[in-house]
């Protein structure tokens, strides 16, 4: 058995910057916040999504993602 203990040189560096995101640049539809929300989409939580997309914008989104 490994020993956990161990860790590789390349687990202490710090992620780069071009593979962090927080989402917001990239397009998301109603679904995707409903499920970003931790729920099931439902045509009801579509809708409060899409609502919510277009008063908001990538804001919405930012509640869900760091």
């Not at 997309?53 to 930012?62: D, H, N, R, S, T």
């Amino acid at each position: 058995m490994a020993d956990e203990s161990q860790t590789k040189p390349e687990d202490d560096l710090p992620t780069p910057d071009h593979l962090l995101h927080t989402g917001s640049e990239r397009p998301i539809d109603p679904e995707d916040l409903v499920r970003l929300s931790g729920r099931e989409p439902t045509p009801e939580r579509v809708a409060e999504a899409r609502r919510r997309l277009e008063k908001e914008g990538a804001k919405a989104i930012e509640r869900y993602l760091p």
